[in-house]
């Protein structure tokens, strides 16, 4: 005994003529909250863009292996100021990009700075390269000494 195959325009398989209607209506609102999402986040990266600024300025210092290890500090219209340590993943040419201005760049070594110049640019003139290939470091880098340490003159 075998049942009859049920008929294609049985009424028993053809969704409710509502269900289908709430259906779209559900598509459609979907729809329309994924555009409105795309719209927000286009605006809210355009103001990004258009309130960020970038630097406009580059200042690349070229440094020799003889200044491994040494810090360089960028200082100027910066907060923070901006730091490297030359032969970091042997690096010898580290570029900072920054705004128009006037900079302090200093070499550091151990907490001892030894060389300290400045450095200007502007629209006119975006790049500047410092060589520092000739400069050493002091032999000995000045340490701190303790209290303990300090012998008194007799």
């Not at 292996?65 to 730091?83: R, Y």
């Amino acid at each position: 005994m075998s049942q009859p195959a049920p008929s294609p325009t049985s009424s028993s398989s053809l969704p409710p003529p509502q269900a289908g209607a709430a259906r779209h209506l559900r598509v459609f609102i979907f729809i329309a909250a994924a555009a409105i999402l795309f719209l927000i986040t286009e605006a809210l990266l355009y103001y990004r863009w258009s309130t960020t600024a970038e630097p406009s300025c580059v200042l690349v210092i070229d440094a020799s292996p003889a200044l491994k290890d040494v810090e360089i500090t960028v200082s100027g219209a910066l907060t923070p100021p901006l730091k490297a340590t030359i032969g970091q993943s042997d690096r010898y040419a580290i570029p900072f990009y920054v705004e128009p201005g006037t900079y302090e760049v200093k070499l550091t070594l151990q907490d001892a700075t030894f060389l300290d110049t400045h450095v200007s640019l502007s629209r006119q003139e975006p790049g500047r390269r410092l060589d520092f290939r000739e400069v050493h470091p002091p032999a000995q880098p000045a340490t701190r000494r303790s209290a303990s340490e300090i012998v008194p003159l007799s």
